[in-house]
């Protein structure tokens, strides 16, 4: 049984530091949460991840761990005794590893894309290519899931925990945007597996609300938009 | 004790087939070989990784298992008599999957940077960039070996077959830029370890020679430069 001292710098904003905060929920593992302020980095911070300088960083024992996915991992590998995040069957592993970078190197790009869209051609193509992906992710959770709730069938588990964490920014998204993503029509099953995920115990206190959201989105616009200073 | 067919989708000049092909060697699996032409993609590759289209797959007893660290992590998970590829202490798998997300996401696009740069300055701006990426791995390497012969210990593990793969691509871009990236002066344990891992028993017979994929290079070179075709 994994005891020990367990730090996590984040921001409860971040999709990022999310995935490692429900991983930590699933095993009921108490962690003491640092909070790094926009636009800052703690020394703390820079001297556990001082190559990418990125929360989050779980410290166990005084030991940095850094990347979300890695994170969670390793809390999976430490604390046994919880609800199994990973799928047990090596090849189910190996599909929940396929499509959580699937998620991290081709959705998110796509959102990033968005957001950063300029006039309404550039925004409307964005949009169809990030619909276009999630109905990738609709036929891989109709797979993965088997007629149960999540990707990692009765619980929660890797790929929930990988692509769930963006479902805040998504919404936010969608209503900023006066549109969405997600849809009965295209995505159903999503759709459903979304709510579910969002209601989930280890979930629920974690995602921050969209309007938290929206807020820090507008802060993020006008800095990107501000004109340079001399 | 896992039996069944395997079959590896690829090309021997890849070395994201090469760390498959290493893994299933460290663990005397016999599989057979279905090599791609440059430039085609088969109808089977097609098939088995319609998400990416890109080499290496593994396919077992008809299941496909994509992208190189998860094939290797599967490995690793289904061939369990033979000797451990992921360090077995959770916070060392940790790392080493730090350190090959590393070599993945920041080192290696500083070599595409290379073979696409363009001009004296170009070129000595993306080398110091990859030197120093390459000092970091040093030191990677003193932490994560603890003295011992190879990042994984006293034989190759995860990180060695991640970074190590790349090593005969380094070797053609040093001999092609009459120029050294490992060097005594900078990294003399990853010169030392470089040696070691080529002449590993698992690694000798794959990774290609230098020679070969210089030649591939210039083909891949002069269709980059070729004149567009009406």
């Known amino acids: 049984m994994a005891t020990g001292d367990v730090k996590l710098l984040g921001a409860g904003a971040s999709p990022y530091v999310n995935r490692v905060q429900i991983a930590l929920n699933i095993k009921s593992e108490n ?29 166990h024992d005084d030991k940095p761990i850094c990347e979300s996915l890695v994170i969670v ?8 005794s919880g609800p199994s ?27 990033k894309e968005l957001r950063m869209a300029e006039g309404e051609e550039a925004k409307a193509a964005a949009i169809e290519k990030i619909v276009e992906v999630l109905v990738v992710l609709e036929e891989a959770f109709v797979k993965c899931s088997k007629g149960k709730a999540f990707f990692g069938g009765d ?25 969405r993503l997600l849809s009965e029509a295209k995505t159903p099953n999503l759709v459903e597996w979304a709510e579910r995920f969002c209601c989930d115990d280890a979930v629920k206190d974690v995602l921050p609300k969209t309007e938290k959201l929206i807020e820090i989105f507008k802060i993020m616009q006008a800095r990107a938009k501000a004109p340079p200073s001399n």
């Open 155 to 179: 619980s929660i588990g890797f790929l929930d925990i990988a692509f769930g964490s963006f479902l805040g920014w998504l919404k936010v998204t969608e209503k900023m945007g006066e549109m």
């Open 85 to 111: 995040i990973l799928p047990s069957d090596p090849y189910d592993r190996a599909i929940a590893r396929f499509w959580a970078a699937y998620v991290d190197d081709k959705w998110f790009p796509l959102m």
């Open 31 to 59: 962690y003491e949460f640092l909070e790094e302020k926009l636009g800052s980095k703690s020394e703390l911070l820079l001297k556990s991840n001082p190559i990418h300088k990125k929360i989050p960083v779980l410290i």
């Open 73 to 80: 991992q390793y809390i999976d590998d430490v604390w046994t």
